[in-house]
Each structure stands twice: as structure tokens, then as C-alpha cells.
């Protein structure tokens, strides 16, 4: 079973956008995350996302550029201080290969969770439209797999 955890693109300050949807860089950075994606031929079960237009906008980019088999969809509990370990439990009850968007410190919050078994360490730097792949290893260990960048858009390769 494998994460996607994903941090949303860059978003407009509420000043220019009351939504805060992605900027054009924000949308710009994603594509490229995207462009990455596609070559991996990656395939989950379905996309959650905190519904915000950010992290919808986010979802929709990726979700195009992967094999989803359901459709990207709003799914409670995502918001930038939503419940870790209750998402947690539901990643582990649900057994699917699921990708996430959300938001800091949410997506810090939640990969420490599965990592390090507690929401304070924050072992990956999520910078906007980072994508972190975390892979279960047995019952109760993940592991990172692999992590995606827009500065790393330009890499041949990912391990």
C-alpha cells in the first residue's frame, strides 16, 4: 500500500482571491510536478482533498497526469489542522493506494505521523506541490519511497 501525500500549489493571498486558488507560478509548479508524475505511470485507488480551491485545484492537475480509479473527491478531515490520526486510521482501514492534498501542517503532520509514530518531527520539508510517496512496510512501519519538487521537474529520473 502506498501514500501520496501532497502539499497544494502556491494559492493567491485572500487579498487577491477570497477562494486562494492557485496563482499562475502555483499552477505553473504543479503542472511540472504533474509532468514528472506522468512518466512514473502511477495509479492509486482515488484522491482526497480538503475541498478548498487549492488543494481541489491541486487534485484535479495531478489526478490528470495519473491512473485514478475514482474520482478526485472532497473527503472530511484535510483542512490545514485537520485530525492526523484520524486519517490515519482510515489510510490503514481503507488498504487502497490513496493520494492526499492538503495543506501545512496537515501533510507535515500526517507523513511524520506514519514515519516517526508522532506529528511533532516533520522528516520531509513540504514546500507548495511537493508530492511525498510513503509505502507501508508491515502492519505498522512506512518508509519514504520517493519525494517529487517542481525544482526537481527538470531531473531525468526518480528512485
Known amino acids: 500500500m502506498r501514500i501520496y501525500i501532497v502539499r497544494h500549489g502556491r494559492a493567491a493571498s485572500s487579498a487577491v482571491d477570497s477562494q486562494r486558488g492557485l496563482t499562475e507560478e502555483g499552477r505553473a509548479e504543479v503542472e511540472k510536478v504533474a509532468q514528472h508524475l506522468r512518466g512514473l505511470d502511477l495509479a492509486v485507488d482515488c484522491v482526497w482533498h480538503s475541498g478548498k480551491a487549492r488543494a481541489e485545484q491541486t487534485a484535479e492537475i495531478l489526478a490528470k497526469a495519473i491512473i ?21 486510521d482510515e489510510i490503514e482501514s481503507a488498504g487502497q493506494d490513496i493520494m492526499i492534498v492538503s495543506h501545512i501542517p496537515f501533510v ?3 507523513a511524520s505521523l506514519l514515519l516517526e509514530g508522532s506529528e511533532s518531527t516533520w522528516p520531509i520539508d513540504f514546500k507548495e506541490a511537493t508530492v511525498a510517496c510513503l509505502e507501508r512496510t508491515d502492519e505498522t512501519h512506512w518508509q519514504i519511497e520517493w519525494i517529487i519538487t517542481p525544482e526537481i521537474s527538470n531531473s531525468s529520473s526518480v528512485k
Open 108 to 110: 507535515a503532520g500526517l
Open 68 to 88: 485514478v480509479r475514482e474520482t478526485a473527491d472532497v473527503h472530511a478531515g484535510l483542512s490545514p489542522n485537520g485530525d492526523a490520526v484520524a486519517i490515519r
